[in-house]
């Protein structure tokens, strides 16, 4: 791949909503060109909700449900290139911050 050809890049959201995780494509050179790709809103069951309420204010076994929050956003990168019809391969761009604890 040059400097100048278009790669997809991915990234994940999710907030202090807790509600669940948000991933979109973008196609892109990195300077000039950028296209918009599939998304994809996956919610999160209210056991894990509960789970991450507690987990956020120091409660229950913090390093399972951060475990189960990786789990979870790896399931929507591989949903969301299952929908857009790519395959997981080298060369991917994938952005994550983490989870919002707080504002």
Do not use: K, N
């Not at 913090?62 to 019809?85: K, M, W």
């Amino acid at each position: 791949m040059t400097d100048s050809e278009p790669c997809w890049a991915l990234g994940l959201m999710s907030g202090t909503s807790r509600d669940g995780v948000d991933a979109a494509l973008i196609r892109t050179d990195g300077v000039t060109f950028v296209e918009s790709g599939a998304s994809l809103g996956l919610p999160y069951p209210q056991p894990f909700r509960d789970r991450l309420a507690g987990a956020i204010a120091g409660r229950g076994d913090v390093a399972a449900v951060e475990r189960e929050l990786t789990d979870r956003h790896a399931e929507a990168v591989l949903e969301l290139l299952r929908q857009a019809g790519l395959p997981p391969r080298e060369g991917f761009v994938v952005g994550v911050h983490g989870h919002t604890v707080g504002h």
